[in-house]
Nanobody, 127 residues
Framework: QVQLVESGGGSVQAGGSLRLSCAAS????????MGWFRQAPGKEREGIAA????????YYADSVKGRFTISQDNAEETLYLQMNNLTPEDTAMYYC????????????????????WGQGTQVTVSS
């Protein structure tokens, strides 16, 4: 059973940075797609970044490209999201997720394609 536990959220002023972590265990396969999603109140869950587990190809939403970086540690047991130059529009609950098969450019951002989810961590950015 895949287990995902996020941490690292908090409150920060606009222009600041945060690094989210997602501790993962129980991968059923060495290949898969790990993604970061976020959901603000009243809005749909948005895919913001993903990494092809075991290969390292990354994908980003336009809204975060150039500001956020997704990565994994060498053991591929922890997923990270480095978030720089945060704005109030980045305020949301952030989730990590995992699916099989691996990522594709056409589907990585669709939350319905992911089988496993963490509980989320809140990020609040004040102006």
């Amino acid at each position: 059973q895949v287990q995902l536990v996020e941490s690292g959220g908090g409150s920060v002023q606009a222009g600041g940075s945060l690094r989210l972590s997602c501790a993962a265990s129980g991968y059923p396969s060495r290949s898969g797609c790990m993604g970061w999603f976020r959901q603000a109140p009243g809005k749909e869950r948005e895919g913001i970044a993903a990494i092809f587990h075991g290969i390292g190809i990354t994908y980003y939403a336009d809204s975060v490209k150039g500001r956020f970086t997704i990565s994994q540690d060498n053991a591929e047991e922890t997923l990270y999201l480095q978030m720089n130059n945060l704005t109030p529009e980045d305020t949301a609950m952030y989730y990590c997720a995992f699916r099989i098969p691996g990522c594709s450019s056409g589907s990585w951002a669709f939350h319905s394609r992911y089988n496993y989810w963490g509980q989320g961590t809140q990020v609040t950015v004040s102006s």
